[in-house]
């Protein structure tokens, strides 16, 4: 048998036929401009130099009508299926037609028969320019559906056939994606005049005998909201997605916060900014829907033309082989007026009023009363004063009773200190309690009535916190130097931007900071006359209330500067009015001196003991008699 021996000039030619194979693969790599996706036209141009390809893709018929060639359109038909027949119709070009009253005007594109412009006709953004609530490719209504042949197809890419009629009172388009000329799924708008609400509806004619109804059709609607106001970040903070389920459940996702939910029988989507909602509302409840938010802003960011990302994918039912869904589209302000006036559908859950008692409160008593200002006086910035003043007035008594229990507490402060030098340490503190409570019940003074008052006017503090970010009369409506009440009042632009603070100084907020800092000084004067001593253990109270008297000012500034100029000129004139009304109250109301003599007296009288007073101190007595039990016995 031969012997096989190394070859060398074998292997120098494997190696150069390699190098060779190589360097013709690296010339001849795809750039790329060759490796991204090909656009419908660049696929329907190389068609015409290629063999037929048998392949199923989704496919538009807008791809029909670039076709160059009968036998190219006979194969991109093929693809589209049964609805070829929409693609050769005259109107399957990229048109629009127009609906349009005095409040809104919509615009519907024949490509996917969906809406491509929403401008509201009433408003403007903060840069004067006309305010859309959709506009450039910002928003994407879509149905997915697989056809009888199990082709996907999206409807966004179809070409739907219009029929506009005008009527008296309203103006009707249909928009037909027709698979012949009785078979078709039809959007339906219906505008009527002076009115945010378009009618709409979506329902097919044949359905079964083009699309797998075993398989889900999926509505899909996408919206980029379009910021429309001056402080962005502020914007944002009051925009979240909002919906009703379940005909009178209410729920939203946390305005800042990037999340997803799936939610069953919703009646009603919103997609909300601050002044403004973009609403799907359904007559037959979803049953179940897929929402989604993405915050677009970010923490450093003032200048943006997106806030939020929101999203909705729906599965519609077939019933009897076919789609009926009668819906309602709402392009327009968050007026809690306007939205209430639709009856039964409880779109006053669209606007953040609060919740509890915060938002019984706006919705009966705050609203009320701004509504009946706004009649009279047309400048919402003395209105607001004028609010403040009723607010304060209806909250005097309480302001009245506080400082009364501080008067009546100041007074009896000699008497604490001397029980606190009689009984000192904390072996001694139950019996201190206890003879604390005898004297405040022989002088008829409750410790906890100053307490009361002020507890008592925190739901009025926060409901209005929430009631003025969400009134949208007062957008763009100006007073002093302030050009919009309803976002900030800068004075003077900085030239960086300060974390928390933002790129600007507004005045108001400095103006409610110095009020905030005189009240408290007032109340702690106040409070610092009725201050018991500081007992061993116990934190050191007059000390804390000096850290927040410089504390809750500082918060103010920083928090407000980027909020709207109306509530920080609710909180400087609230807090002047305050501090009027406790000089008032102290100068020529109240009289310490006859507080005394009144508490002289009360303690002469006989004292009846409530249940719970004596069971109180029945249960110190008994702690006093354990811990002195406890205590070591000296020798």
Not at 217 to 223: A, E, M, N, R, Y
């Amino acid at each position: 048998m031969e012997e096989k021996k190394f070859d060398l000039n074998s292997l120098i030619g494997f190696i150069l036929l390699g190098l060779i194979m190589v360097w013709y693969f690296y010339t001849n790599q795809p750039t790329p401009e060759d490796v991204k996706p090909a656009t419908q036209e660049e696929v329907l141009k190389d068609t015409s130099n290629k063999k037929e390809d048998t392949s199923i893709t989704p496919t538009s018929s807008e791809d029909v009508l670039q076709a160059n060639d009968s036998a190219t359109i006979a194969k991109v038909q093929g693809k589209l299926g049964a609805f070829s027949y929409a693609a050769s119709l005259p109107s399957a070009k990229d048109e629009t037609t127009v609906l349009e009253n005095d409040l809104v005007k919509l615009t519907i594109a024949n490509k996917g028969g969906q809406i491509v412009e929403a401008q509201l006709k009433k408003f403007r953004a903060h840069d004067s320019l006309p305010l859309y609530l959709v506009k450039d490719n910002n928003a994407l209504f879509n149905l997915n559906f697989t056809t009888a042949d199990n082709r996907v197809l999206n409807s966004k890419d179809l070409f739907f056939e219009p029929t506009f009629t005008k009527n008296t009172d309203s103006q009707v388009l249909s928009m037909k994606l027709k698979i012949s000329k009785d078979k078709f799924i039809e959007y339906r708008y219906e505008m009527k005049d002076a009115d945010y609400m378009v009618d709409f509806a979506i329902k097919s004619v044949g359905i079964n005998e083009m699309i797998n109804i075993a398989q889900e059709v999926k509505l899909t609607w996408d919206l980029k909201s379009i910021s429309q106001e001056k402080s962005v970040k502020y914007e944002n903070q009051y925009s979240t997605l909002r919906w009703l389920h379940d005909e009178t459940e209410f729920d939203k996702i946390n305005s800042m916060s990037d999340d997803e939910e799936v939610v069953n029988n919703v009646n009603w989507i919103a997609y909300k900014q601050q002044f403004f909602s973009s609403i799907l509302i359904t007559e037959t409840p979803f049953k179940n829907a897929k929402l989604g938010v993405i915050n677009l802003v970010k923490d450093d960011q003032v200048d943006t033309l997106f806030t939020k990302q929101y999203s909705t994918s729906i599965p519609l039912v077939i019933k009897n082989g076919e789609m009926n869904y009668a819906m309602n589209w709402y392009y327009g302000p968050s007026d809690y007026h306007i939205l209430t006036s639709y009856e039964g559908k409880n779109l006053d859950n669209v606007i953040n009023l609060g919740w509890g008692i915060f938002g019984w409160l706006n919705k009966y008593v705050f609203l009320n009363v701004f509504y009946f200002l706004s009649k009279i006086i047309t400048n919402f910035g003395w209105i607001i004063i004028l609010m403040t003043i009723v607010v304060r007035i209806f909250m005097s008594p309480l302001v009245y009773k506080s400082y009364l229990s501080s008067a009546k507490m100041k007074v009896l402060k000699p008497e604490m200190e001397e029980l606190n030098t009689r009984l000192p340490g904390k072996e001694n503190a139950m019996k201190r309690q206890q003879e604390m409570m005898q004297i405040y019940n022989k002088a008829g003074v409750n410790p906890m009535s100053g307490c009361l008052p002020a507890f008592l006017q925190m739901p009025i503090f926060f409901a209005l916190f929430q009631f003025f970010p969400a009134m949208i009369a007062l957008r763009q409506e100006g007073f002093l130097w302030a050009d919009d009440l309803s976002s900030y009042d800068s004075v003077y632009q900085l030239p960086f931007y300060i974390p928390f603070y933002g790129d600007h100084v507004s005045l108001f907020p400095i103006l409610a900071s110095v009020a905030i800092f005189f009240y408290m000084r007032m109340s702690q004067s106040q409070q610092m006359g009725m201050q018991q001593p500081t007992q061993e253990g116990m934190p050191d109270m007059q000390q804390m209330m000096k850290i927040m008297m410089y504390i809750s000012p500082l918060m103010m500034l920083f928090f407000f500067n980027m909020y709207g100029s109306g509530l920080s000129l609710y909180y400087f004139i609230s807090n002047l009015l305050t501090i009027g009304i406790m000089l008032v109250i102290k100068h020529f109301i109240i009289d310490e001196d006859k507080i005394h003599a009144q508490i002289q007296e009360n303690k002469k009288k006989p004292q009846k003991v409530s249940k719970f007073r004596q069971k109180l101190g029945d249960a110190m007595k008994q702690a006093q008699e354990q811990q002195d039990k406890k205590k070591p016995k000296k020798k």
